[in-house]
């Protein structure tokens, strides 16, 4: 559709639209300005209403007051004249006579309190209190313009009431004072104040209120008001906006004549036009539903119009569509005759292939287009059609007259009448060369499937839906499941489960909704002949023969879910004890109920030494024993695992069981395990370390716990609990592992060298090394700081390498400086020994540096002779064969066998120092001494006392028999070049040391 074509039902609903808005604004216009005018003269109306009643009733309030006024100053006139002539007749009794009658008159005046007789000064002459302030009354000074008789004074109050005080001047400058009661013009004012909507107040020409229709508290209240000073009549004054006391009124003002008193009545605004502001505000809500009516109009309007325009849009586009449709759907209408004329629409020449202008042909023309295969089917339906008088409906085959091309095509058609009554028939065309050709490839696809399905080497089948038989079954499901093809389809999908899994069967058929994906499972089966079969099931929703089915793939996995179960366990589980990993023991214990518990880790050690002795199975057994009595505990406490090699952890939850479960552990750590021909006992030592269950990390505590039974190791203690200052001191080891790593790297530790003593020939026998580690700020750290550590992180081996070396590069530096003849001694660990291949290391320094025979010694403590005593007496001869001398230091502080100690290749053997510090004094220390000394020389060796710091300790050994001495007394440890220039000054030494240093001092 052109773009002018489409804008113009637009445009028309914009313009009707824009007219109906037009009109409706004019007309809110209109409205408006109506209902604003009806407002602004209602409101008119109503205050003018509102000052006529003030008016009205500010008069007659004035006429009330004037009157009860007016009668009062008569009946005091009349009281003057009466005073006159007692006066004359008997001037001498006047007190007498007029105290009483005064009295007698107030009485039955109840609107007056009291009624005197004063003189000009207003002192009472009849008795009475008087009128003091009478010669001041503001009504008595001002000029009078009228004739004013009675005289009005200022309001006081006394005996709780408010009074209005009247004089009436006499002869001889007497005067007549009354005193009005307030009461009585309140009720005045009360009586006319009918509707209480109404302010009426009287006051006086003090300009205080004399009366007001508020109530009596107001009485004596300032006026808002000017007073008036005259007397005579005044007019009304209309005052709109007064604001007397915070309201907003509308009064009127007038004065009361020949008196000095003015009314004022006032109603307030708000109550006045609260009827117009019901009329305003229902005026904004009619003229509210005004505008929205006419906006919804304006939208029903554009809405319709829109409406309409979208329908001409809709049938203008379905018929080109429609256009369209067929010349893309390849479809076309005919009409032929009796005559056997064929005339066709466009779209069926172009499907013919006939010329673009052609649109009718005879009917043999159009049969000899039709394929030779289906030209007489043709022909017999189309003559059937026109003798029957039935619709026919048939797929045939063409030639395209232009390229020859065969297509198919669908025609539908049926013998009508036109118009004219005349007998024809109509139909359709339509090209269905693809639906034919995607219906052979369906075809084709299905025999596919179907030859996939059978042939398929994984097992498949189809159920039904409803009611769970199988439908069909491939080979490959017929020989895994041992059941022929009938049996298969003559059972249900029950029949392959076990009986325990229906249930499960059922409900996963509930929970499943059609179309929905189904996600992998593993299920059991079972085949004929009983055996179970896990498999991984794959399933499908399907339409098979016009039934809702599931397709379903049934994957053997019964070895691959086996392995994974293997692999499972292996991940968490210790294959020698069967116990949980630390791992796997961190997940169960964070499983457990929260609250508080207590890890236990055991420390084993002999585990080794079974290995070695009895065999690697031996050395399992045993572990294994231990095993199965902690996961015992772990059964009755909570739960047990396999931490590492020689440890195991104990969780015992609730912590409350912890004392009953320390107990049954240690028990079982002491009691022996049973060997093939011998009983194994194992030193044991235990960590442990508070957890509470849902707070912190089980894998941290299970750590903590080992941590503690390293330190209990450590420091030689069967339990330590653990505490967070270990954690810190771990990481400090840690750092300073790391620190001893780089400086071993980068060459940052020296060798100091300590001087041996001959005691018999008085001259140097030997060096010993000592490792040292020189810090930032010139000193040294301690060894004992750093070589157990080294120790137990395995850096002593390279550190004993480089002490190696460096201690033959010092023999050759000996040799040189006049000291050829001086072996150099150095000290080697445990770990080094048995981990290291010691033999080899040395064997290469004493190649590499040509060392003689005898020029190195090598220093062995007891530990390390009899831990694997059989390897170390091999390696001692292999030193031995090298030319390398051989002590055993600290001797007497172990536990050596003496039947063990004559077989091993020793040259010397060195006295603790812990031993010779008190030989000279203590006997005790003395008696080893002694022993010590005979067994060495008894095994012809050379005993070297250590520690050696005085002149007394030196002649003691020297008298018993000792070779060698060495220690603090003798030379400290000190750098290479500072110990050579000791051994120079040696030389000068002819006694001994302290003789020596006796001379020379």
Not at 631 to 645: K, P, Q, S
Not at 831 to 855: K, S, T
Not at 947 to 952: C, D, F, H, L, Y
Request: aromatic share 6%.
């Amino acid at each position: 559709m052109p773009t002018s074509e489409r804008s113009r039902p637009a445009r028309r609903r914009t313009q009707s639209a824009a007219a109906v808005l037009a009109f409706g604004l004019g007309l809110a216009v209109v409205l408006a300005a109506t209902l604003f005018a009806v407002v602004v003269a209602d409101r008119g109306h109503r205050l003018e209403a509102a000052q006529r009643q003030n008016v009205a009733l500010a008069s007659g309030a004035e006429r009330l007051v004037w009157l009860q006024l007016r009668n009062l100053e008569r009946a005091m006139r009349g009281i003057a004249g009466d005073v006159a002539r007692v006066s004359e007749a008997a001037p001498e009794h006047v007190p007498e006579l007029i105290g009483p009658f005064f009295e007698g008159v107030a009485q039955r005046q109840r609107e007056l309190e009291s009624l005197e007789l004063t003189d000009a000064q207003g002192r009472p002459l009849s008795g009475g209190r008087g009128e003091p302030g009478l010669p001041r009354w503001p009504d008595r000074r001002n000029a009078q313009p009228h004739p004013q008789t009675m005289f009005v004074g200022p309001l006081e109050r006394r005996g709780g009431q408010w009074l209005l005080p009247l004089a009436v001047p006499m002869d001889q400058d007497r005067w007549i004072v009354a005193r009005l009661r307030t009461s009585e013009l309140q009720r005045m004012i009360l009586l006319l104040d009918t509707d209480r909507t109404r302010l009426i107040q009287v006051a006086g020409n003090d300009g205080r209120l004399v009366a007001d229709s508020r109530g009596d508290r107001y009485i004596g209240e300032p006026d808002d008001t000017a007073v008036p000073t005259q007397v005579e009549p005044m007019p009304m004054e209309v005052d709109d906006d007064d604001r007397r006391d915070g309201i907003e009124r509308i009064t009127v003002a007038g004065a009361v004549p020949d008196y000095p008193l003015h009314v004022d009545v006032a109603i307030a605004r708000a109550r006045v036009l609260a009827p117009w502001w019901w009329l305003v505000a229902t005026g904004v809500v009619l003229y509210a539903l005004y505008l929205v009516g006419l906006v919804y109009l304006v939208r029903m309007v554009r809405r319709n119009a829109r409406a309409n325009a979208q329908m001409v849009q809709r049938l203008t586009e379905a018929a080109e569509g429609l256009r369209r449709a067929q010349q893309l759907g390849r479809t076309g209408t005919w009409i032929a005759d009796r005559s056997g004329t064929v005339c066709w629409s466009e779209a069926i020449a172009d499907l013919l292939g006939l010329p673009a202008g052609q649109s009718a042909a005879t009917v043999e023309e159009f049969y000899r287009i039709v394929h030779p295969d289906d030209r007489e089917h043709v022909r017999e339906q189309f003559n059937r059609a026109w003798r029957d008088g039935q619709p026919y409906s048939l797929d045939y085959r063409i030639i395209r007259a232009d390229d020859g091309r065969v297509r198919w095509m669908s025609a539908r058609g049926a013998a009508t009448l036109d118009a004219d009554g005349t007998l024809e028939m109509a139909g359709t065309v339509a090209d269905v060369t693809d639906r034919i050709e995607a219906q052979a490839a369906l075809a084709e696809t299905e025999r596919q499937f179907r030859m996939l399905f059978q042939r398929n080497p994984l097992p498949f089948w189809v159920f039904d839906v409803q009611t769970l038989r199988f439908v069909e079954v491939n080979q490959a499901a017929i020989e895994q499941y041992g059941y022929t093809r009938e049996e298969f389809l003559a059972m249900t999908i029950f029949d392959i489960r076990p009986e325990e899994h229906r249930q499960e069967v059922v409900a996963d058929l509930a929970r499943h909704h059609a179309g929905e994906r189904d996600e992998v499972r593993l299920w059991v089966h079972r085949r004929k002949d009983g055996r179970l079969l896990e498999v991984r099931v794959h399933a499908s929703d399907i339409d098979f023969r016009g039934r809702p089915c599931r397709l379903v793939l049934s994957e053997d996995v019964t070895d691959r879910m086996a392995q994974q179960r293997e692999l499972a366990y292996r991940a968490s589980h210790d294959m020698t004890s069967g116990l949980l990993n630390a791992e796997a023991l961190a997940g169960r214990v964070g499983a457990m109920p929260a609250g508080p518990c207590r890890i236990a880790c055991v420390q084993l050690r002999g585990l080794e030494l079974i290995e070695d002795s009895l065999g690697r199975e031996a050395g399992h057994d045993t572990l294994r024993v231990m095993a199965t009595r902690i996961a015992r505990l772990g059964e009755r406490f909570g739960a047990a695992g396999h931490v590492r090699g020689d440890e195991f952890a104990l969780v015992v939850c609730p912590a409350s069981s912890w004392d009953e479960a320390l107990e049954c552990l240690l028990q079982e750590l002491v009691r022996p395990i049973p060997g093939e021909d011998t009983l194994h006992r194992l030193e044991s030592w235990i960590g442990v370390a508070d957890l509470r269950i849902g707070e912190g990390d089980a894998s941290q505590a299970i750590a903590n716990a080992g941590l503690a039974a390293h330190v209990a190791r450590t420091e030689h203690r069967p339990l330590v609990v653990f505490e967070p200052g270990m954690a810190r001191h771990a990481s400090d080891r840690l750092r300073l592992a790391g620190r001893i790593h780089r400086a071993i790297d980068a060459g940052e530790f020296e060798l100091h060298f300590q001087i041996l003593w001959d005691v018999a020939y008085s001259r140097p026998a030997g060096l010993e090394t000592l490792i040292r580690w020189p810090q930032g700020a010139g000193d040294y750290l301690p060894p004992s700081q750093f070589i157990g550590l080294c120790e137990d992180t395995g850096l002593i081996v390279p550190l004993g390498r480089w002490a190696l070396r460096e201690a033959a590069a010092a023999q050759r530096l000996l040799e040189r400086a006049g000291f050829a003849g001086l072996p150099v001694a150095v000290n080697v660990s445990l770990m080094q020994f048995l981990d290291g291949d010691i033999a080899h290391d040395i064997e290469d320094v004493l190649r590499e540096y040509a060392l003689p025979r005898g020029a190195l010694h090598i220093e062995l403590t007891e530990s390390v002779l009899m831990t694997r005593p059989e390897q170390a007496l091999d390696t001692l001869r292999r030193l031995r064969s090298f030319g390398v001398c051989l002590s055993l230091d600290d001797f007497g502080t172990g536990y050596s066998s003496m039947s063990y100690l004559k077989q091993l290749p020793l040259d010397a053997i060195k006295i603790d120092q812990s031993f010779v510090h008190d030989v000279h004094r203590d006997e005790r220390s003395a008696s080893i001494c002694q022993a010590l000394l005979a067994l060495g020389h008894g095994l012809g060796l050379k005993v070297v006392g250590e520690g050696v710091e005085t002149q007394a300790q030196y002649e003691w050994l020297a008298m018993h028999g000792c070779n060698q001495v060495q220690g603090f007394g003798i030379h400290r440890p000190a750098p290479l070049v500072q110990t050579i220039e000791q051994l120079r000054q040696m030389r000068e030494w002819l006694d001994g040391p302290w003789v020596a240093s006796a001379t020379e001092r």
